[in-house]
């Protein structure tokens, strides 16, 4: 598999060892400027089959190392994910599209993954058990094998690296498949920096591909849990096909995440909650705020101060650090959401702000008057829109809460945190955000979410984090054989 980029950092992973993919190869292309940066293999289901081989042969090796040499190669990765960040985060801007701020967060969170992970290594890994016989009962978490990474490209590195790095701190192979359209910095970025840490060959693999690679991935029977982040009508297939091979699977997928906006807000502070909900990172957040429910006495004055910002926002080349959105991926998701944004107009909503784009650069945008037919409303848009429903008491907010059946992330604003926990009560939701927007992510706190946003399946923390990624062992041991009748 051969990689040509004009960094050393990051063409070095597809060199020395690596073959050519037998998929063939893609472009790698900057999306604010449609230049072609290199060309990336694509893997096809005979280079997943060779992969998860290797892997499980190298596996064994890597989990009987001690927790100490594991935890030093984690840490490791992440003080090499801080020390060439600015190259890293040059990768983020130029193919995946994120603007400064965007990319210096992916960079800093994933550092972070690394460093839990460290520790992950060393966390006590059982318990004793009581048992009602004379011998010593405990249960211990032991690696799962060979663990499959499937990424998108909307927000790369992290997606990647979140179940990348606690799977191999706790003992096992790792195979990542990052979206073809975000190979470097979604894939080459991590193998580069897990092998200059000091992983060892085979133990973690990456293998940029399409559906074809994918299907091969849940499928190989090398590979025994899969890690899958996406839209929610992949994650069903997924989720099918690991039912029919026994497999377990973690899926987090979509999200049409409401932010509430009650009656007693500082309506410009709540405003600025909500620009930056929606509209970081073009809206390709699967916790991006999706549906802004605002109380009827403070609309007209939130959606003034919303569309305001909207208007004043700088959308641009992603490398340019003037720009506060770039571009969105690609053409069919440009189209994707301008057909949401023209069809909720022609349902009656109001355009209030933005609708516009050139090239794959989209205006942030906000509609007002919508209702729970609307389609940017119904939809997940991920795209940088903002419609807003106006409710008048708190039964029929949780009704339009409830009315999606999504259940990532919900936000509530409001001057007493006491209301925002009793609306959180009546809202399904893997989670919750009192004063504070939709979109957040931490190394160190479970993420997930319920309904069609995934398994309700978490990563990050020490507790989620071993129950992804290992199996639980029952053992016994007693002095002497036992005795029995027969």
Request: hydrophobic share 45%; charged share 20%; with cysteine.
């Amino acid at each position: 598999m051969t990689l040509i980029a004009s960094e050393d950092f990051t063409s070095a992973v597809f060199t020395g060892a690596w073959t050519p993919a037998k998929g063939g190869d893609a472009p790698v292309v900057s999306p604010s400027s449609g230049e072609v940066l290199g060309r990336t293999g694509i893997a096809d289901a005979d280079d997943v089959r060779d992969a998860a081989a290797r892997a499980a042969r190298a596996q064994k090796g890597w989990a009987a190392a001690s927790f100490e040499e594991r935890a030093a190669v984690l840490r490791r990765a992440g003080d090499l994910l801080e020390a060439n960040a600015g190259e890293i985060m040059g990768w983020l801007r130029r193919e995946g599209g994120a603007a400064a701020g965007m990319a210096g967060f992916q960079v800093h969170v994933a550092a972070g993954e690394c460093f839990e992970a460290a520790a992950l290594a060393s966390q006590p890994h059982g318990e004793i058990l009581r048992t009602g016989k004379p011998r010593l009962s405990f249960s211990r978490q032991v690696p799962a094998g060979v663990v499959g990474v499937i990424a998108p490209f909307n927000v790369p590195l992290i997606l990647g690296i979140r179940s990348v790095a606690p799977a191999l701190a706790v003992g096992n192979a790792v195979i990542l498949k990052p979206d073809p359209r975000t190979a470097v910095c979604g894939g080459a970025v991590m193998a580069e920096v897990f092998r200059r840490a000091g992983v060892p060959g085979g133990v973690f693999q990456v293998l940029p591909g399409g559906a074809a690679a994918g299907e091969a991935l849940v499928a190989d029977p090398h590979v025994r849990v899969i890690s899958f982040t996406g839209s929610t009508a992949a994650g069903r297939r997924v989720g099918e096909a690991a039912g029919r091979h026994l497999k377990r699977v973690h899926l987090e997928l979509g999200g049409n995440s409401p932010l509430v906006v009650l009656d007693d807000v500082d309506v410009d502070a709540a405003a600025s909650v909500g620009a930056w909900g929606s509209f970081l990172h073009q809206g390709q957040i699967c916790m991006t705020t999706g549906r802004h429910l605002v109380h009827e006495s403070v609309a007209d004055a939130y959606v003034d101060r919303l569309s305001a910002r909207a208007d004043a926002l700088t959308v641009g080349d992603a490398e340019s650090d003037g720009s506060a959105l770039g571009p969105v991926i690609d053409a069919g998701q440009r189209d994707k959401i301008h057909a949401l944004v023209t069809g909720s107009v022609d349902h009656g909503a109001e355009l209030r702000a933005g609708g516009t784009y050139e090239g794959l650069f989209y205006r942030p945008t906000v509609l007002d008057r919508v209702d729970a037919a609307t389609p940017a409303y119904a939809e997940e848009v991920f795209g940088p829109v903002a419609p807003v429903v106006r409710f008048s008491s708190v039964d029929e907010l949780v009704e339009l809460a409830n009315s999606s059946e999504y259940g990532l992330s919900l936000g509530v604003l409001t001057s007493n945190p006491m209301r925002g926990m009793e609306i959180a009560d009546r809202v399904p939701s893997g989670i919750v955000h009192i004063n504070d927007q939709t979109v957040d992510d931490e190394a160190v706190a479970p993420f997930g979410g319920v309904g069609d946003s995934g398994t309700g399946s978490r990563f990050g923390g020490t507790r989620a984090n071993l129950e992804a990624f290992t199996e639980t062992q029952w053992v016994t041991m007693q002095a002497a054989p036992a005795r029995y009748p027969f």
